[in-house]
């Protein structure tokens, strides 16, 4: 149901392939589990999350709600299920979500987790939970209010709606939309180009933006330079200084080191 690629360049590649849907079961949610604890032991310069089939997903198997028969038994399963999207975001180096089509629920709350989201022209998003009186349980509604604002947020979910790529891109929710024809490729060259890049760094980038997350500007400042000066230690930054001071900028090259 998934398969985690890794190339030489560090690029890791997630893929979800549950035709026809891509629907969320327990046995998704297992792989991409194995998937995740793969990552965090051994972790990847980037990752690109990205799907097969004509959509991303259509949603979860409602079988599971359908199963839960208390709301103690239902905390454990959303508990669970909490679980992916946060371990993505936690992950140590650039995330990307490449969304070629149709983006449902728990495929869109992944989407938000990581830390970029690409989407095809044609591609649609919704969480669409009020079709069987339910919240978002994995995080989408708070992530996309933390990308768009509460009230926008609100709107996603009281209307469950599916809104096009342009109009997430106009609510700061894309980082870029780009042509259909050859999505995939230029999704897989965007994130390799990361992964060439320095990785180290975007770590810390990455958690630097994670204190402003949780505290704002003052908090962010409070860590900011501690962050950065621990990159001192990598090879990485060392070499682009000198190679900067002899060749002039943008000739370095990265290791993750």
């Known amino acids: ?15 979800i392939d549950a035709p026809p849907l891509n629907l969320y079961t ?9 998937a995740i604890s793969s990552l965090e032991a051994e972790p990847a310069r980037a990752l690109l999350i990205r799907a097969e ?7 979860v198997d409602v079988s599971l709600f359908d199963a ?12 669970r299920l909490l679980t992916v999207p946060d371990r993505i975001a936690a992950l140590p180096f650039p995330t990307v979500f490449a969304a070629h089509g149709l983006c449902l629920t728990w ?37 996309l209010a ?10 996603f979910v009281y209307t469950g709606d599916t809104y096009d790529a342009t109009t997430l891109e106009r609510w700061n929710v894309i980082n870029r939309v780009l042509p259909d024809d050859g999505f995939d490729a230029a999704a897989r060259k965007f994130a390799t180009d990361l992964a060439a890049g320095p990785t180290r760094a975007h770590a810390a980038t990455k958690r630097v933006l994670a204190h402003f997350e949780h505290g704002g500007v003052p908090e962010a400042n409070a860590h900011v330079t501690s962050i950065a000066a621990e990159l001192f230690d990598t090879e990485d930054l060392r070499a682009a200084v000198k190679s900067f001071l002899s060749d002039g900028p943008g000739k370095a090259t990265f290791t993750g080191r």
């Open 68 to 79: 839960q028969g208390s709301p103690a038994e239902a905390k454990v399963l959303f508990d």
């Open 1 to 15: 149901m998934t398969r985690l690629d890794r190339d030489e360049s560090g690029l890791a590649v997630l893929t």
């Open 146 to 155: 933390a990308r768009a604002g509460v009230a926008r947020a609100k709107e």
């Open 107 to 143: 495929a869109f709350e992944v989407a938000v987790a990581c830390d970029l989201l690409l989407a095809a022209s044609r591609a649609r998003f919704g969480l669409v939970e009020k079709v069987v009186g339910l919240t978002p349980t994995m995080g989408g509604t708070q992530r």
């Open 26 to 34: 327990t046995e998704l949610q297992d792989d991409l589990l194995t």
């Open 53 to 59: 089939g004509k959509i991303v997903s259509g949603g």
